[in-house]
């Protein structure tokens, strides 16, 4: 079973940047793929980026361009580097590790943007 612990969030204005990390318990380089998901209130969870074990990567439509996952392999660590950040960027953030047919999660960071 991967353990995941989120860090990094808080509170930025509009047009900020925040950087999240995700830490993982196993060999990030031994899981197919990591990814970051985000739950607005009363919202969904919806899916945000991913990353492959070949170091592919994906973004949804709402946050291509402004976000970029990237993986530490030595660190077990997956980051999620967000610029130019919009109030709907406003969530709680989700580490997810797809590995062998399972989903396992986080506990999530808070990210708000207000000024």
């Known amino acids: 079973q991967v353990q995941l612990v989120e860090s990094g969030g808080g509170l930025v204005q509009p047009g900020g940047s925040l950087r999240l990390s995700c830490a993982a318990s196993e060999t990030i380089s031994s899981i197919n793929a990591m990814a970051w998901y985000r739950q607005a209130p009363g919202k969904e969870r919806e899916w945000v980026a991913m990353i492959s074990r070949d170091n592919r990567d994906r973004y949804s439509d709402s946050v291509k361009g402004r976000f970029t996952i990237s993986r530490d392999d030595a660190k077990n660590t997956v980051h999620l580097q967000m610029i130019s950040l919009k109030p709907e960027d406003t969530a709680v953030y989700y580490c997810?590790?797809?590995?062998?047919?399972?989903?396992?999660w986080g506990q999530g960071t808070q990210v708000t943007v207000s000024s």
């Open positions: 997810n590790a797809k590995n062998r047919g399972h989903d396992y």
